[in-house]
């Protein structure tokens, strides 16, 4: 397992563009994990520095995870309505050298509490898919719930795979903060 201090997350500096995109682009199996049922197409650089980096550098619903100094991913949410402040949040970690050495959890369990402390919502939500099964874990291990599974509404590479919803509520994870 990671040491906490060693995973931040933080805004992006305008200066790291060029290479937070070179590692998204140079290292693409993190795609088929994060939605590749949608389809993926490698950004241009300067459409992608101009809205989701430009969002990244903004800070408030995109940041960069920062692992010793460098960035190796992203964490996110979004509205999935927000009239009724439901919130989903997103992870992603680029460099698939370091995934399950628990940077992403680490990172997760900072978003969250990030999000719980700025954003007036109750709970915060995570879609994912029975073919990401470490993202399902990692949610699962810091206190996500899983709260439905919608079947085979995915398809890829000729095979149907679940929707998984999962969420956790404020209460619910201010008794885990604290008891840690």
């Known amino acids: 397992m990671v040491k906490k201090e060693k995973v931040t997350i933080r805004p992006a500096h305008t200066s790291e563009a060029r290479a937070v995109y070179d590692l998204l682009t140079t290292d693409e199996k993190w795609t088929e994990f994060n939605g590749p049922y949608l389809g993926y197409e490698r950004p241009e650089f300067d459409p992608w520095r101009n809205d989701w980096f430009k969002s990244m550098c903004e800070g408030r ?13 992203a964490v996110s949410w979004y509205w999935e309505c927000e009239e009724t402040r439901w919130l989903e949040a997103g992870i992603v970690i680029y460099d698939s050298g370091l995934w399950s050495k628990g940077i992403g959890r680490q990172a997760l369990v900072d978003w969250v509490s990030h999000i719980f402390d700025g954003e007036e919502v109750a709970r915060v939500g995570l879609t994912t898919w029975s073919g990401n099964p470490r993202m399902i874990k990692s949610a699962q291990a810091i206190g996500f719930t899983i709260e439905g599974v919608i079947r085979k509404v995915r398809y890829y590479r000729g095979e149907y795979y679940d929707s998984v919803k999962l969420g956790v509520l404020k209460e619910e994870w201010q008794s885990l903060c604290q008891n840690q």
């Open 61 to 73: 619903r995109v940041r960069a995870i920062d692992f010793q100094g460098r960035i190796v991913g």
